[in-house]
């Protein structure tokens, strides 16, 4: 990769070089055509763009080719209301008519070239992709008019601009059968793209920089299983905001791959890119968790595997023969945490989840059902560690030791002295 330099001094500033090296091998890996799809909202074009051509322009000096498509919604409903044309919404979609139609297609193709333009003057290369990329049918709601529903995508003029090394803009319009023009929605329109290409990562660009809770603060992680109807029922995502989940909701469940979706700002992106979690919000289907109360109902192989290479060490051939309380891990073996009982306390023996699968919120949802199902309990790790920053924050007590930092929840003064003396005691379980 071009200059990969430049991403690790970046992150190296900040603690998170061994992130961007992983993801830096990870995009090296994948085909150029399959690095990311990324959806610019209207709302960025029309204030950012200038921030947002800068930084698609140093993944371009990178050597990374993402896959643009764009929304209008702004820049559409002003122009429609200079033209006096009074439209309304449909769950998120916008009736379109003749005259709608005209003044969309008008509006998209301006904005794609200007983002192109933008993009080729700041020194990088891109391309504007308007027409016959999303064949489509019209919208079973017939009153959204000239609306439509895709029935396949071309990515043949996508390769091609990747191959020939520059960046694919891709609107979101659509042609029939017999070569009439369509509107369709953005996140609908990503939707279908990313099915198709199989990219590792899609981010929406959008103003707020994600989707905000009820103080209007950014949401980090969303749990689709277990937080969607919440979100729904409690108006945290209304309209717009609720289509893109749902149509995200929908794309993580047709999708079986290594695979995150991010709602972040321009001025956050390449951090989204290159780190395990980036600033904005983190959208996943969610882990369905067993719980087991002995290594002898695992897949002693499969858990190994996920401990050897989320520590990068190998375990101890005795480890397996040891007593525990029980083991939380993720079905599929992506994680996992192994709980021990240390006289009358818990203590938290192992936190693993594989590298492939760090940021996907994994060990967020364990360490929640952890939470919520053992009240108190106690764990080490190394001083060096890069995790303590989020031990700190769910702790109710640490002890800093030369070798290890202890930590507790809700463990009361009567046992600080013991679980202190086990935790820095206690030997090694790799070699």
Same mark, same amino acid.
């Given at each position: ?29 994948? %085909? ?28 371009? +000096? ?113 042609? +029939? ?21 199989? %990219? ?16 209007? #603060? ?10 969607? +109807? ?53 959208? #996943? ?58 006289? $009358?306390?818990?203590?938290? $023996? ?32 190394? %001083? ?48």
């Amino acid at each position: 990769m071009k200059h990969a330099n430049l991403i690790i001094d970046f992150f190296s500033n900040t603690g998170e070089k061994d992130q961007a090296l992983m993801y830096l091998n990870l995009y090296t890996k994948t %085909p150029a055509y399959e690095f990311a799809v990324i959806k610019i909202g209207g709302n960025i074009l029309k204030q950012e763009i200038d921030k947002v051509a800068d930084t698609l322009c140093y993944l371009y +000096d990178l050597g990374l080719y993402p896959v643009i498509i764009h929304g209008a919604g702004p820049q559409i409903k002003a122009a429609l209301k200079k033209n006096n044309i009074n439209t309304k919404k449909i769950d998120g979609q916008r009736i379109t008519g003749e005259k709608e139609l005209g003044v969309i297609v008008s509006v998209m193709k301006n904005i794609n070239q200007n983002l192109v333009k933008k993009i080729n003057e700041n020194n990088g290369k891109a391309e504007s992709l308007t027409k016959d990329i999303f064949f489509c049918k019209k919208a079973k709601n017939k009153r959204l008019g000239f609306v439509g529903e895709i029935k396949s995508v071309n990515t043949d003029m996508i390769k091609k601009s990747i191959r020939n090394k520059k960046i694919p803009v891709v609107s979101s319009l659509g042609y +029939d059968e017999s070569g009439n023009l369509f509107n369709i929605n953005a996140d609908c329109a990503a939707k279908e793209l990313i099915l198709k290409i199989k %990219p590792k990562k899609f981010i929406l660009l959008s103003s707020p920089g994600g989707i905000l809770n009820k103080d209007k #603060k950014i949401i980090s992680y969303i749990n689709l299983k277990s937080e969607y +109807d919440s979100l729904i029922k409690d108006k945290i995502v209304t309209e717009g905001m609720l289509l893109k989940l749902s149509q995200i909701k929908d794309l993580l469940e047709n999708i079986n791959y290594n695979f995150s979706v991010q709602i972040a700002s321009p001025k956050n992106l390449i951090k989204e890119l290159f780190t395990i979690k980036g600033s904005g919000t983190f959208i #996943k289907k969610g882990i369905d968790i067993k719980v087991l109360d002995s290594f002898s109902s695992v897949d002693k192989n499969r858990l190994k595997f996920l401990l050897e290479q989320s520590f990068s060490r190998k375990l101890k051939e005795v480890y397996f023969k040891q007593k525990i309380e029980k083991i939380i891990i993720e079905e599929n073996y992506k994680g996992a945490i192994i709980l021990k009982k240390i006289k $009358d306390n818990i203590y938290v $023996d192992k936190f693993a989840v594989l590298k492939e699968f760090q940021g996907e919120g994994i060990g967020r949802d364990l360490w929640i059902y952890l939470e919520e199902n053992q009240k108190k309990f106690f764990w080490r790790a190394r %001083p060096e560690n890069d995790i303590n920053t989020f031990y700190s924050k769910n702790s109710t007590g640490i002890y800093k030791a030369k070798s290890w930092h202890v930590f507790s929840k809700n463990i009361g003064p009567k046992y600080l002295k013991e679980i202190i003396e086990y935790s820095i005691n206690k030997g090694e379980s790799f070699v």
